[in-house]
């Protein structure tokens, strides 16, 4: 990739803006936005500051018309006009993020936190609920594809077959928590030629006691982990005998996972044991369920987590639309080559693009 490749990614973006009022390419303004929130910039004041600090290394880079930098404001105004699946999608396709057949996708809804709207004359923006986002995350490769809005007066059970459908792929396992196990979404993805795992709870009330009565294990995984003061052993079964098991779509493995977990403390040991149930529609052996159950949860500690955690999403004031969507695909591009560049702690990866403009370009491939 050379200089103005970032710019060109956004090329098939239309520019909405009147012609007499573009003072600054579109491109650059949103190329300048995905720099600074990489960078680590939580809002527009913040990635003010960024391109101030940065001026003359950033007109070297960029080269642009008139040898200015937009404003903060100016890419405000034109964030205002993207449509944030449409610069997500860019991105994806630029930096290759797509899903691999026989990969696992874990899917997981979050509420941003302080994303509500309660303002009645706000002129961008009507007021709103708290906005909730269903994010995929590529499992093995430890990549997040662009996340799909849940509709306002809907909730993430409609969410994740429009997401399904959205992405149109074919080959990849679909993992989910309890509330996405539904007979509809299993039998969509069984027709798209795709697989599902999903975790059984209470909202399936009829098929799990079904699962847990007679549940006989037939194959067994054991593993043991240690780390962050505590040990856990694990141990996951397989049946596929279905004879006293109501039909489901696509069903061809019920997976049962006990784990016992020893958190030490400095007075005390503290044990805790767990068993959960899946459904799936693979036949895979119980270690390569056992893995892709165990990395569905990457979702949760190395997507929701690091966004909230490192990169400040729940405590965000943006409330406007659709700049609260810009932001969450922006962060999920930032953690993308974050990986891609080889950093396994966010947080360090993060300061190391604050502080060095070289190091920034360098993580996307600008050098």
């Known amino acids: 990739m050379s200089q103005p490749a970032i710019m060109d990614a956004f090329g098939e973006l239309p520019d909405s803006r009147r012609p007499e009022g573009r003072r600054h390419q579109y491109s650059l303004c949103l190329a300048l936005f995905t720099l600074a929130v990489t960078a680590g910039n939580r809002g527009f004041l913040a990635i003010g500051d960024w391109l101030k600090s940065y001026r003359n290394q950033l007109l070297e880079l960029f080269k642009p018309e008139r040898n200015r930098l937009p404003s903060y404001s100016t890419i405000r105004r034109v964030l205002l006009q993207t449509d944030e699946q449409s610069y997500a999608e860019c991105l994806s396709r630029f930096f290759k993020i797509t899903p691999q057949p026989g990969e696992t996708l874990a899917a997981d809804g979050k509420v941003l936190k302080h994303s509500f709207m309660r303002e009645t004359d706000n002129p961008h923006c009507q007021a709103h609920p708290a906005i909730m986002m269903v994010t995929g995350y590529l499992v093995e490769r430890g990549l997040i594809l662009p996340p799909h809005e849940v509709e ?124 959960r149930y899946y459904i799936s529609s693979l036949l895979e052996d119980v270690k390569s369920l056992a893995q892709r159950i165990r990395g569905y949860w990457g979702v949760e500690n190395k997507v929701h987590y690091v966004r909230d955690v490192t990169q400040g999403e729940d405590a965000s004031r943006i409330r406007t639309t659709p700049l609260v969507g810009l932001f969450v695909q922006a962060r999920n591009i930032a953690l993308n080559l974050y990986r891609e560049y080889g950093w396994t702690n966010m947080a360090q990866a993060q300061r190391r693009c604050a502080q060095s403009l070289e190091m920034l370009m360098d993580v996307f491939r600008m050098k």
């Open 152 to 275: 306002r007066k809907t909730n993430e059970i409609k969410a994740l077959p429009q997401m399904i459908e959205q992405l149109a792929l074919v080959g990849v396992v679909f993992a989910f928590d309890a509330i996405n196990t539904q007979k509809k979404t299993a039998q969509l993805i069984i027709e798209s030629e795709n697989d599902y795992l999903g975790a059984l709870k209470g909202n399936q009330r009829g098929l799990l006691a079904e699962v847990k009565e007679h549940f006989e294990p037939e194959k067994t995984f054991e593993s043991l982990d240690k780390g962050h003061g505590r040990i856990e052993k694990r141990r996951v079964s397989i049946c596929r005998d279905f004879s006293h098991i109501r039909a489901w779509p696509g069903l061809k493995t019920l997976i049962r996972v006990e784990s016992e977990r020893a958190q030490i403390h400095p007075d005390m040991i503290v044990v805790t044991q767990e068993t």
